[in-house]
T-cell receptor, first 112, second 115 residues
């Protein structure tokens, strides 16, 4: 069965510092991978997705993610974090039948 | 503006009552989904529908029911059989029409609290 692991429940970074959020997946075939962001009390917004092709994917708000098949990872990165990036981030893998399996999320705190 | 709307934003229910959460989309998407979100558990799939008049159970369907009579609407009923319904409920939609995977877009959510 498909599964997604986000090892970090909370991460705190200083404003202007770089960010990397980890995501590991388990899936037997070529995965379809997503990163979403959620502000408190809001819905999820798509940051980026990987379906095929270039393993380095660019998204909105200056985020990027790299698919590494050998490590079963799809880590999210941003070179310089802004206070407005504080939110919860979810990694998801697309499963057969057009379903998504989500990780438990990582809460990002940004300190000034 | 195209998008997904959910209403109400906040909902309070007494124990033993059924309540219905609304989800409407004007994206002309074929597929719609309901998720439940609890702190520290990510999102869990309740029900999904790939086409009008058809829907399937997700991972945690017990105590919930849905209907899909119109393409743009996918209401979720939380019944009295749901033992712990207090949660944040999210509706999503995608283009669908394939057996593969496509991108899901989410509504703003409904927070249900049982009193």
């Amino acid at each position: 069965a498909q599964s997604v692991t986000q090892p970090d429940i909370h991460i705190t970074v200083s404003e202007g510092a770089s960010l990397e959020l980890r995501c590991n997946y388990s899936y037997g075939a070529t995965p379809y991978l997503f990163w979403y962001v959620q502000s408190p009390g809001q819905g999820l917004q798509l940051l980026l997705k990987y379906f095929s092709g270039d393993t380095l994917v660019q998204g909105i708000k200056g985020f990027e993610a790299e698919f590494k098949r050998s490590q079963s990872s799809f880590n999210l990165r941003k070179p310089s974090v802004h206070w407005s990036d504080a939110a919860e981030y979810f990694c998801a893998v697309g499963a057969k039948g057009n379903k998504l399996v989500f990780g438990a999320g990582t809460i990002l705190r940004v300190k000034s | 503006d195209g998008g997904i709307t959910q209403s109400p934003k906040y909902l309070f229910r007494k124990e033993g009552q059924n309540v219905t959460l609304s989800c409407e989309q004007n994206l002309n998407h074929d597929a719609m989904y309901w998720y439940r979100q609890d702190p520290g558990q990510g999102l869990r799939l309740i029900y999904y529908s790939q086409i009008v008049n058809d829907f399937q159970k997700g991972d945690i369907a017990e105590g919930y029911s849905v209907s899909r009579e119109k393409k743009e609407s996918f209401p979720l009923t939380v019944t009295s059989a749901q033992k712990n319904p207090t949660a944040f409920y999210l509706c999503a939609s995608s283009m669908g029409g394939t057996s593969g995977v496509d991108t899901q877009y989410f509504g703003p959510g409904t927070r249900l609290t049982v009193l």
